[in-house]
């Protein structure tokens, strides 16, 4: 029993960040019905700034905890503009364009890629621990950095969850998914909501880099693993659809728990690709058969 309720909130902690990363891609393709390859980008851009601004920080006399913080908002908002400037000159050209979307977010992601290997070298990175110790309750150890990142995540995930669900923006969003030219029948600024769902899929691409940075090795490109399992979600839990891509990451979380505990992390990895395939072959619209 306590070794399942341990893999249990090691399968919630490593599912929240997930669940951060595949909403940004959820959010895109609700909105825009674009597949965002580039996405990675700014999780890995927020990373890397994190690891390269942190020990920097603390050589000058700032605290490790402040200089996280600094690096984490310097790190996000450096993301967003990127992605803002992405949308402006390259996104906002191909709304609704599958096709097109594809092969533009896959030079971008290309070019970032070779761009934060030529600045910021190959070189692995690591953050030094953010907050020592442990926390054990019912018999269960957690790291208490790890605890707090996730419970971090979550928080952000429920904050996203009310805005989609109470907010005049959220309902907006949710009506220009559904059916966009309603929508702009109806008075929605449609230009305007599919600038702010950008804005805000960047913003939780690049929170799940941020928060990731102190609790894993930081490359240029380590987006492309969280890009591959995001899509994974996405695709288990159904396209577009907001708590699909929750449900999803929380079975690659606990598949990851189980699979590492019990066998390897490539087992694990492999475990991830046969549900993805037999959810596609079962149920193409996915677990909450939003399509």
Not at 81 to 88: A, K, N, P
Not at 93 to 112: E, N, P
Not at 133 to 150: E, I, M
């Amino acid at each position: 029993m306590q070794t399942a309720l341990q893999l249990v909130m090691t399968g919630l902690q490593i599912g929240s960040v997930y669940m951060l990363f595949s909403l940004g891609l959820t959010l895109i393709f609700g909105v825009m019905k674009i597949v965002n390859f580039a996405h990675g980008q700014f999780f890995t851009l927020s990373a890397m700034l994190v690891a390269v601004l942190v020990p920097w920080l603390t050589t000058r006399g700032v605290s490790l905890p402040v200089a996280f913080g600094l690096g984490a908002l310097a790190g996000i908002a450096v993301s967003i503009v990127v992605g803002l400037l992405l949308y402006q000159f390259g996104f906002r050209y191909f709304q609704r364009d599958l096709v097109g979307s594809f092969i533009l977010s896959i030079g971008f992601a290309l070019l970032f890629e070779g761009v934060f290997m030529h600045y910021f070298g190959g070189a692995v990175r690591a953050v030094p621990p953010i907050i020592d110790g442990d926390v054990s309750f019912f018999g269960v150890n957690l790291t208490a950095q790890r605890l707090a990142l996730g419970l971090v995540a979550l928080a952000f995930t429920l904050a996203l969850y009310w805005v989609l669900s109470a907010t005049r923006l959220g309902k907006a969003m949710r009506a220009v998914s559904i059916d966009h030219e309603a929508a702009m029948l109806q008075g929605i600024p449609y230009k305007k909501i599919v600038f702010n769902s950008f804005a805000i899929a960047t913003f939780l691409g690049a929170v799940a880099g941020a928060i990731m940075a102190p609790i894993s090795v930081i490359t240029p490109t380590v987006g492309a693993d969280y890009l591959v399992k995001g899509f994974i979600a996405v695709v288990i839990g159904g396209l577009g659809s907001v708590p699909g891509a929750i449900v999803g990451s929380l079975f690659i979380g606990f598949l990851e728990s189980v699979g590492g505990y019990f066998f390897d992390p490539s087992s694990a990895n492999m475990a991830i690709f046969v549900l993805a395939m037999l959810i596609l072959l079962l149920r193409p619209k996915g677990v909450m058969g939003n399509g």
